[in-house]
């Protein structure tokens, strides 16, 4: 992702160039190849959102080039004192008003390119008064162009610190209902059965997997009680996510333990989902629920912040 944001920092890189290398990066994202057409799970707008926005923070390389075009206009209102500046005054603009500028059709697509930026950043921001700003940040400019959005309730404990990456993905996506449970599988055809594949009694959907099915409710109940947190187990994640945030009278770091140990049950049942269809096999609740705290435990001992209270540490200790 690093490499095209770095370019597009300095270049003007044309839109097919920029749409292809996107669509690159969202292949190998879902399917660790570089050009199947499959349709993915979240659309790429949403994953370049900002993470507290329920995004993957991704960059935007569209709106990232503009941005960075857009210094070149910046620079050429602030007439700086460089070649290219001088230039551009004396091939294009000449006595003309930059603000006000309007590009003629018989000038080179490069020039046509900052001034569609100019035109764009101005539009995007509902104004030109970037221009007359002293220091001028693509970071800061790319990120007005991303515009307001709605921050997610569930955005802090996915992203919480101590959840171990890969759990925090694929809690991501079932927080948002994303995953290809069997229902969803059945209704468009690529699977012959919706029962679940825990309990073969229900349909397998988001709201049965996390918690009702009678495996996973009892795997959630196991890890919180190990919490010594009461829960009844027939809500979802949101709601489980609702009662630790409020009602629940713990420390911060003995909810980001929480969190991180549902973010750990979400993984493991999906993990046993999976491994239900393709190896027949599916690990019982106490096997589960035995690796989820050896993992959870592991995890945390090893980035710990020293300031954590002497009481929460020896709780920890003692889970
Ligand atoms: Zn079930």
């Not at 140990?261 to 599916?282: C, F, G, P, Q, T």
Request: hydrophobic letters at 45%.
């Amino acid at each position: 992702m690093s490499i095209h944001v770095y370019w597009g920092q300095l270049f003007i890189i044309p839109t097919g160039v920029l749409k292809e290398v996107i669509s690159v990066c969202r292949c190998f994202l879902w399917t660790g190849t570089y050009n199947n057409t499959k349709a993915c799970a979240i659309a790429w707008a949403d994953m370049c959102k900002t993470k507290k926005a329920g995004g993957l923070a991704l960059r935007d390389v569209l709106k990232w080039n503009t941005a960075a075009v857009s210094k070149l206009v910046w620079s050429i209102a602030q007439k700086k004192d460089n070649l290219w500046i001088k230039w551009v005054n004396s091939i294009y603009i000449k006595e003309s008003n930059w603000r006000e500028y309007v590009v003629p059709s018989n000038v080179s697509w490069t020039w046509k390119s900052i001034c569609k930026a100019k035109e764009e950043l101005s539009n995007w921001l509902g104004n030109d008064l970037w221009l007359t700003y002293n220091v001028f940040s693509i970071k800061k400019h790319y990120v007005n162009t991303l515009g307001q959005a709605t921050a997610q309730q569930w955005a802090y404990s996915v992203w919480n610190r101590y959840n171990i990456p890969k759990h925090r993905f694929i809690l991501w996506l079932a927080v948002q209902d994303r995953l290809k449970t069997r229902e969803r599988l059945s209704r468009i055809g690529v699977s012959d059965s919706d029962r679940c594949l825990l309990c073969q009694q229900h349909s397998e959907n988001m709201d049965h997997l996390f918690f009702r099915c009678h495996f996973s409710a009892q795997c959630i109940r196991d890890v919180l009680s190990w919490l010594n947190i009461t829960w009844n187990g027939r809500a979802g994640i949101l709601q489980l996510y609702r009662r630790i945030r409020g009602p629940y009278a713990g420390t911060k770091f003995r909810k980001h333990v929480t969190f991180a140990a549902i973010a750990a049950v979400v993984y493991l049942i999906w993990k046993n989902i999976y491994s239900a269809y393709w190896e027949d096999v599916i690990h019982t609740i106490a096997c589960t629920v035995k690796n989820l705290k050896s993992i959870v435990k592991a995890r945390i001992s090893q980035i710990m912040s020293s300031k954590v209270s002497h009481s929460d540490q020896n709780w920890f200790a003692n889970l």
